[in-house]
């Protein structure tokens, strides 16, 4: 056996990407030790100011992690008891929980095979008058269709909040993902491209009064908005993740432009049909490949094979969330069909900015040859 197939390839390294930064983060982690300043301080106020520029927002609150990030901007995009938020169902629990904790309703509409992400013609079909926000998801980091729910989304009068947890660096068309939305909300999660070393989140706020509002909710302080109370939390990002956080922030671009060859690589073996076809987004669309996946009738096959060669896969979201028990609080619109054929056929393969070119090159063909078997022994 090869040396390089005894080495067993994961799905994820969370510690060579910090190594560039480790000084910088050891020598600030005392500087905060020492100032006693844990919470709330200079890391997390410049952090946010630095990620509401980027996306061109008013601006940007830090808060406990990506669920509570969606928690508080549906609250304050008005879900309350009683109303329905039209989601997609292949996402992470994450997403219905926090509309469900609000005692509201997801809805589920199906997602388009080429992306995964909520399919925007069957939108209109699920709203109803208890409809008070579209929450669309930008799934392993390529961007929702944006332009047409954000039409719907207009004619209907109905909030816009985008769960953009996978999707930090992502463009539609040319404008950042943190900026489409009301309210965009981002998870620091380890595993997540622009990551903490724990939990932290990120709501982005168009509307000035939005950040500020969130900002008092975050720190305990109860809010009357259109005599509604809204009770205070405790959310608040701490100051050594806000500082691990911006120094990986600066790493960004160049980490961004490893896993964008990686993806180079797969897609150079793999079949345009089995895979995001990258090649059709030439409108500055940019997908930042939180994952990058594969389409396969025999999925569970290939994972074996890839498995046996030592290599790690992911299999999501199988089954979809309409199977999840919290269904019990949710309404299905229409087929859910392509987010079933989804979670029996997607695969995900490593792709981070530490995994050798050497690898990519590797599973790049071990996966293009098994789907070229796959499609001879299917014409046979
Ligand atoms: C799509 C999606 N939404 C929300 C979340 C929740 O983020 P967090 O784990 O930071 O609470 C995640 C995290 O994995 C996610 O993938």
Redesign the pocket.
């Known amino acids: 056996m090869s040396e390089q197939k005894k080495q067993r390839v994961a799905r994820y390294d969370l510690v060579t990407p910090m190594l560039p930064v480790k000084d910088q983060i050891m020598t600030d982690f005392e500087q905060i030790l020492m100032s006693g300043q844990y919470i709330l301080g200079d890391h997390c106020r410049n952090l946010e100011r630095d990620m509401a520029d980027e996306c061109g927002v008013a601006d940007a609150v830090g808060v406990a992690?990506?669920?509570?990030?969606?928690y508080l901007a549906l609250a304050m995009a008005g879900v309350r008891p009683g109303t329905e938020v039209i989601t997609t169902p292949y996402?992470?629990e994450?997403?219905i929980e926090a509309v469900i904790m609000l005692h509201a309703r997801p809805v589920f509409v199906d997602i388009r095979p080429g992306d995964l992400n909520i399919d925007h013609e069957k939108i209109e079909a699920a709203i109803t008058p208890r409809t008070r926000a579209i929450l669309p998801?930008h799934?392993f980091g390529a961007p929702a269709d944006m332009d047409p729910i954000l039409d719907i989304a207009e004619k209907h009068d109905l909030q816009m909040v985008v769960?953009m947890?996978?999707a930090w660096g992502t463009l539609y068309k040319g404008r950042p993902c943190g900026s489409l939305g009301r309210m965009s909300?981002l998870?620091?999660?380890p595993?997540?491209n622009l990551p903490g070393i724990g939990?932290?989140?990120m709501i982005f706020c168009r509307e000035q009064a939005d950040a500020d509002r969130i900002r008092q909710l975050r720190g305990h302080k109860a809010l009357w908005i259109n005599k509604n109370l809204y009770c205070g939390w405790n959310s608040r990002l701490d100051e050594v993740q806000a500082m691990v956080i911006r120094h990986r922030l600066a790493h960004f671009a160049e980490e961004q432009r490893d896993r964008d060859r990686v993806a180079a690589i797969y897609d150079a073996r793999i079949p345009k049909r089995n895979r995001l076809a990258v090649e059709d987004l030439d409108d500055g669309t940019k997908v930042t490949y939180h994952q990058y996946w594969v389409r396969c009738k025999a999925r569970d096959r290939l994972q074996h094979r890839l498995d046996s060669e030592g290599i790690d896969t992911g299999v999501y979201y199988d089954p979809p969330l309409h199977h999840h028990p919290l269904m019990e609080y949710c309404r299905e619109a229409g087929e859910l069909e392509m987010a079933e054929v989804a979670g029996r056929e997607v695969l995900t393969l490593p792709i981070h900015a530490a995994l050798p070119f050497e690898t990519a090159e590797r599973i790049a063909t071990l996966v293009g040859e098994f789907l070229l078997r796959q499609e001879d022994a299917a014409a046979d």
Request: net charge negative.
């Open positions: 992690s990506g669920s509570e990030a969606l996402t992470f994450a997403t998801v799934i769960d947890a996978q909300t998870s620091f999660y595993t997540k939990d932290g989140g």
